[in-house]
């Protein structure tokens, strides 16, 4: 943990005065600690005095919390006087001031304002397996942020999973497997089901489709009816930029047919080709995956999943390489909102 120092003027923005410098460890603002006592992920942060500039403080802790998040996986920040969509952005740009466009989409979201939008909107009764954000992309956020305006009803938690755990749990003949063949993402933009490629690619203009395809080194092929197929071939394991740590990182079960509840997967199969369905995944030289290491894959996911109940105001920090998150089923009325930074783009790095 590191040893942040606070200055006078950031104390003066709490509305107090101090004379020597103080460590945030050791300080009374806020306070850190664990859902359970064996699990460190999330880190909880919460306040330790009342009306806390949660904002003021976070800019003077911006390294404190580079390093817990980087241990820890995630934060949660809970208690704090955060209640609007403008105290959202401006405090996730505090800690990463660029906040990133949605962009070659995979689910549909609605756009709060510039950087901020909503969870996606999958139907409250499905559930939304585990993945890391745009991990079927060749750059992909580094951070994270989801903000809690209003818990559901009933569930609706959103499960964290630590990577680097998840990857220890796997067999090593599955990771083998996966580390010679990888594992290849499939996509089909159709009108009438999923997300059409003027949506996902945010433009009209198939040329400038094509040129972002290139530039991305994604295969992609015309099909009728105005429809696209994209092919991109991507490792699931992969060394974390900062700490060098081995993580399991992916959409592939997320991503493959079996992923749709059995009413769901027979409709769209009597419908579909498998090679035409919105996804699919494949080892990556196109061969069918296991179904055993598909549900090995789950499984080790379960066995690693932090569950906890939204509360109003909440905001959950995670590290998109180290933590991958999914969606309970929910009833009532949820809103989640999510923002994206750091821009991580592996081959120039």
């Avoid at 006078?8 to 806020?30: D, H, M, N, Y």
């Avoid at 992923?259 to 080892?283: G, H, I, V």
Wanted: charged share 25%; hydrophobic share 35%.
């Amino acid at each position: 943990m590191n040893d942040e120092r606070i200055n006078e003027s950031a104390f003066q923005k709490f509305g107090g005065t101090v004379r020597q410098p103080v460590s945030i460890t050791q300080s009374s603002l806020v306070k850190t600690s664990c859902l359970t006592v064996d699990q460190p992920l999330p880190l909880v942060i919460e306040p330790a005095v009342k009306e806390i500039n949660l904002i003021a403080w976070a800019r003077s802790a911006r390294e404190y919390l580079e390093a817990e998040l980087l241990q820890h996986g995630a934060i949660l920040f809970r208690n704090f006087n955060l209640e609007t969509v403008s105290g959202f952005e401006q405090f996730a740009k505090t800690v990463s001031p660029q906040l990133l466009d949605y962009r070659e989409r995979s689910s549909p979201r609605s756009l709060i304002k510039r950087g901020i939008y909503t969870s996606t909107e999958y139907p409250p009764d499905k559930y939304i397996q585990f993945h890391n954000e745009q991990s079927y992309a060749r750059s992909w956020p580094m951070k994270l942020w989801f903000f809690c305006m209003r818990p559901p009803d009933t569930k609706g938690a959103t499960p964290i999973a630590d990577g680097r755990r998840v990857l220890e749990l796997l067999d090593p003949q599955l990771t083998m497997r996966f580390r010679e063949k990888k594992v290849l993402y499939v996509r089909n933009y159709q009108q009438g089901i999923g997300l059409s490629w003027e949506e996902s690619f945010q433009t009209k203009d198939r040329a400038e489709v094509e040129e972002y395809c290139r530039q991305a080194n994604i295969d992609f092929e015309w099909k009728d009816h105005n429809g696209l197929r994209t092919r991109q071939v991507f490792d699931t394991i992969v060394p974390h930029p900062k700490t060098g740590e081995l993580v399991w990182f992916e959409h592939t079960a997320f991503f493959h047919v079996t992923s749709l509840e059995p009413s769901m997967r027979k409709s769209f199969l009597a419908e579909f080709k498998q090679e035409d369905l919105p996804f699919n995944t494949y080892y990556g030289d196109g061969s069918p995956i296991a179904e055993s290491d598909l549900e090995a894959i789950r499984h080790a996911y379960q066995q690693r999943a932090v569950t906890f109940r939204w509360q109003k105001s909440d905001l959950l920090l995670i590290d998109n390489m180290l933590v991958s998150h999914s969606r309970e089923s929910y009833t009532g009325p949820r809103k989640i909102l999510v923002a994206m930074a750091e821009l991580y783009r592996p081959d120039q790095n």
